[in-house]
């Protein structure tokens, strides 16, 4: 089964990848790695979930907003692959997380993240992961996933 099937089994469409916030690149390949710059919960230009985890928002639609912006991860890997086939597996997801003072379910807001790669990519999905819990993201965004993958060479064919 491919990732691509896979999403359509589940119902997921990936949305158009944003563009940078900033002057910098949305990817960076280096070597058999591939670097996502930090993916927000944006989808049509906007960010979604906005606010802090434990005041404004949920555990749960912090959730959702970790898995809006692994969506995201995924579109950004698709453009820059052009597709999934060199994807081998993801290496690293750091989430850092909108939170309140006293709110300590980062780890239970980045699942969100890590459940949605699981479902989509099977066992290209194990990964190491660190949770941050922050008073303040950019564009006021409850998640922001940053994310490393392993790729193959470019001359890679699955034929």
Wanted: proline fraction near 5%; avoid cysteine; charge should be negative.
């Amino acid at each position: 089964m491919t990732i691509e099937s896979r999403l359509a089994e589940l119902g997921l469409t990936l949305p158009s990848p944003p563009d940078p916030l900033g002057s910098y690149t949305a990817t960076s390949e280096a070597g058999n790695m591939l670097f996502i710059s930090g993916q927000l919960p944006l989808q049509d230009g906007r960010v979604v979930f906005q606010g802090r985890v434990g005041e404004a928002l949920t555990v749960r639609e912090g959730k959702q907003a970790a898995e809006l912006a692994a969506l995201n991860v995924l579109a950004q890997i698709r453009r820059h692959l052009g597709g999934f086939d060199r994807l081998d597996h993801i290496v690293r997801v750091e989430g850092h997380v909108a939170s309140a003072e006293g709110n300590f379910d980062q780890p239970a807001v980045v699942d969100g993240a890590s459940d949605l790669f699981a479902a989509v990519l099977g066992e290209k999905a194990g990964h190491a992961r660190l949770a941050f819990s922050h008073t303040q993201l950019p564009a006021n965004a409850a998640v922001v996933l940053g994310v490393i993958a392993q790729i193959q060479p470019a001359n890679f064919s699955t034929r």
